[in-house]
């Protein structure tokens, strides 16, 4: 089984790209910026998110340039994980205050939030530390250990509280567990550990106010008219598209400001009542297009490392996904997560696009056959 085929220069340079990876990742910010389109009145959101597709498309060019073999030394991935922690630290101090939740510098014409630079990062990190260590990757030591490095980051978040970021924080450290070849065994353990951790929380160190938050964000449809607003309005706005949506620019629910956050926690919803079923199927479609791309690449990775990484990338983006569609349909909590090139905001689009970045520099080194495949043919021949 070969890679298929790709063009493999960019403005003449010799940097391999695939171009269907890139194409269906600037669909879906396109898709995005036009249901951000009010096509009436002040189009602030719409231009900014231009803005910020063409300063994103800059920083991909970038990345894609960088020899990422320099990550294979842990220094480099160790200060970018030290850096992240400092930045997540400083935001509790000096952040800005928005909708409840302290996450974010604000220097006028920019907002910086750390939670998505670190979301990538931590990618990084867990990568790096499974590849060197998938002969003994089923010691219980390295589920602690790893899991002390998401765990931190998800507990800074936590106390901003930036609910969203933390779980993504946490899929990301399972899945990676996951696909690097952790125990069963030693991951349910722990993972029972933690649930009777949380359950002695929940007895002895939970107020009730904030046990009746817990309770809200796990049902907010129980509290319609206070908490449960948003993800009632969101509901009714993907069910009032129906099979073609209402059109382009033409959501009631959005537009009208029903729907409060339609640019960013709720852009599933203010498209699927725009777009209707169809637009839906086909945004699912060019993620799962866009998550083919990375899992063959995946496959196909010089070293352990590019290979966790890009499956790392998959969990993480994947993640935000389903979290996001959920929310919005009322079948999972409202975390405030945001769709990946959908969603209105500088960092995590250029946080996304930096990723995709690394994934086309990490091409340039990948295999046309893996190893056991080589490794098949060979036998056959001798």
């Excluded at 096509?39 to 990345?63: C, E, H, K, S, Y």
């Amino acid at each position: 089984m070969r890679l298929p085929p790709q063009v493999r220069t960019l403005f003449g340079l010799h940097i391999p790209v695939d171009w269907l990876l890139v194409t269906t990742a600037v669909l879906l910010s396109l898709v995005g910026l036009v249901t951000m389109n009010s096509f009436t009145g002040d189009n602030v959101f719409f231009a900014r998110q231009a803005m910020w597709i063409v300063i994103a498309l800059g920083v991909m060019f970038a990345m894609s340039l960088v020899d990422t073999r320099v990550m294979y030394k842990s220094a480099l991935v160790v200060s970018l994980y030290v850096g992240t922690l400092a930045l997540l630290v400083l935001v509790l101090v000096f952040g800005t205050v928005v909708l409840g939740a302290q996450n974010r510098f604000d220097f006028g014409f920019f907002a910086l939030q750390p939670s998505d630079p670190a979301q990538l990062v931590l990618v990084l990190v867990l990568a790096k530390y499974f590849a060197r260590r998938h002969v003994e990757i089923a010691h219980v030591k390295h589920i602690l250990v790893s899991g002390a490095y998401a765990g931190t980051m998800f507990l800074l978040l936590f106390l901003q509280p930036d609910f969203g970021s933390a779980v993504i924080i946490g899929a990301i450290w399972l899945g990676m567990v996951l696909v690097a070849g952790i125990s069963w065994k030693h991951l349910l353990t722990v993972m029972l550990m933690g649930a009777i951790g949380v359950a002695g929380l929940w007895q002895f160190a939970f107020a009730d106010y904030q046990k009746e938050r817990i309770l809200t964000f796990l049902d907010p449809l129980a509290d319609v008219q206070g908490a449960g607003y948003n993800a009632y309005q969101s509901t009714i706005a993907v069910g009032s598209g129906g099979l073609w949506g209402k059109g382009i620019g033409h959501g009631t629910q959005s537009k009208l400001e029903f729907l409060p956050e339609f640019e960013t926690d709720f852009i599933f919803a203010a498209f699927a009542e725009e777009w209707g079923y169809v637009g839906v199927l086909l945004v699912l479609v060019l993620f799962g297009i866009f998550f083919w791309r990375l899992i063959l690449h995946a496959w196909y990775g010089a070293t352990n490392f590019e290979t966790l990484v890009m499956a790392g990338f998959v969990v993480w983006l994947l993640a935000h996904v389903v979290l996001h569609v959920g929310m919005n349909i009322g079948l999972l909590p409202v975390a405030g997560t945001t769709l990946p090139f959908l969603s209105y905001g500088g960092s995590h689009l250029v946080t996304e696009f930096a990723a995709l970045g690394l994934v086309l520099a990490m091409i340039r080194y990948e295999r046309t056959v893996r190893v056991d495949e080589q490794e098949r043919e060979i036998e056959g021949l001798t």
